[in-house]
DNA sequence: TTTGTTGTAATATTCTTTGTTACAACTAGA
DNA sequence: TCTAGTTGTAACAAAGAATATTACAACAAA
């Protein structure tokens, strides 16, 4: 399986929200258009990304902004603000490796650690991106 | 989204053949035990270990065995052989960014770099964990 | 008060994973 | 050759997750 579509939907909406802060009120109607995605799930990443202090949404007026300067935003904090992964495990273990076998006693053991290696390795280089990264290539090519 | 369970069955697999290659016939319906998984499935991921010329599978008279040395067995063919993600792509991508917003235009052109950037960061761990490892520390904890 | 928006619930749809049943093809050994 | 056990695979079921859709109350600004 692969990571959920909300991280580049909310990598977008930054974009967006960025690039179109001075010319039109950006709201999740205007963010639906652009990323050709249901307004509802437009609001539900927003409200995720909200509650992680990384934007603002103004609640009956409309419009949404972005709470922090963009090279404090990092890919990390975005994927970890939309919960891409449950319960920040990347990996799906089976659930019962059997309790009679040696090798099933033992295999979160002798597993775990090396997947958790794996995982930083990920998480260590989506810190390493901001949205000033992302914000600067797209006026680039705008 | 989470990786498939795959992954970590399919080293479950691996790391029963070689404790067991000596005492049992490692067959579908034993693996399937050890690690709690329909024997089907089992099966599924030994054929496609198989084709990635991991495994040897004995047709009829049942059992599986481990077609190379286990230092030559990175994480990395591993995953890649269970198909773990589809396409090789990590990323789920929203599917029809809107040509008309100059954001939805250019939002693949800045991200998938970046994109390939982080799922490398991860290849590359998992290419430098083996199974000679998963083997050793089993030894050691069995 | 009107208008447009957000937040959220409820439900539908689609997709993927995993489980299950069934069985033909196969191999070794009696 | 026959038997027993196994693999490969198809077909289908069940469960779960992602995404879409509809609906509407709460809200804020003009």
Known sequence: MQISSRFTLAVHIFACIDTFKDDYKVTSDFLAGSTNVNPVIIR????????????????????????????????????????????????????????????????????????????KAMEDELSSITMEDVIQDTRRLI
């Open 44 to 119: 539900k990443i927003l409200g995720q990304l909200k509650a992680a202090g990384l934007v603002e949404v103004a609640r009956g007026s409309g419009g949404a902004s972005i709470a922090k300067p963009l090279d404090e935003i990092s890919f990390l904090d975005i994927y970890h603000a939309v919960e891409c992964v449950e319960k920040g495990e990347l990996f799906h273990f089976h659930e019962n490796p059997s309790a009679d076998c040696p090798v099933g006693r033992n295999i979160h053991g002798v597993l775990d650690d090396k997947l958790i290696r794996v995982q």
